[in-house]
């Protein structure tokens, strides 16, 4: 394989890398850098390619969990996610048997229901989100020593 089209594959890597910030094809980058070098030192396009698979492999065997482990670590949960351990009060009762409930949450209104199958909860009782479900929160009531 001509060394160029090696540099090719591995700037296309590098720069879908680069606009997706995904850490997906930054190991492939890497077998093909090095997949570039064999061919630059004269080796065939079997050896080229076999360096190609077990580096990329290695690279993301070897590093991918480290680096998921130290990047991204200041993720902020957002929308939806971030509600959940949040307080709510109910505004429509909850019968989750019935399907039907509503819960006030930062000023807006969600549908809600409980964990157990035939959960109910009152109108103007506080509430935990525990989980959202396709568009409705999970809820339970907030325990007294919980503030």
Excluded: H
Excluded at 79 to 99: F, H, P, Y
């Amino acid at each position: 394989m001509k060394t160029i089209y090696w540099l090719a594959i591995f700037i296309v890597l590098l720069v879908i890398e680069i606009i997706t910030m995904g850490l997906t094809t930054i190991w492939f980058a890497g077998g093909a850098l090095m997949a570039l070098a064999a061919g630059l030192l004269g080796f065939g396009n079997t050896v080229q390619i076999v360096v190609f698979v077990v580096v990329s492999a290695l690279l993301l065997i070897l590093t991918r969990p480290l680096a998921v482990k130290y990047f991204n670590q200041e993720r902020l949960k957002t929308n939806a996610e971030s509600l959940i351990g949040q307080r709510a009060l109910v505004i429509e009762d909850i019968d989750t048997l019935e399907a039907r409930g509503r819960v006030e949450i930062r000023g807006q209104e969600w549908a809600a229901k409980t964990d157990e199958p035939d959960g109910k909860l009152a109108k103007n009782t506080v509430v935990v989100v525990n989980g959202i479900q396709g568009v409705k929160l999970i809820v339970r009531a907030r325990e007294e020593r919980e503030c």
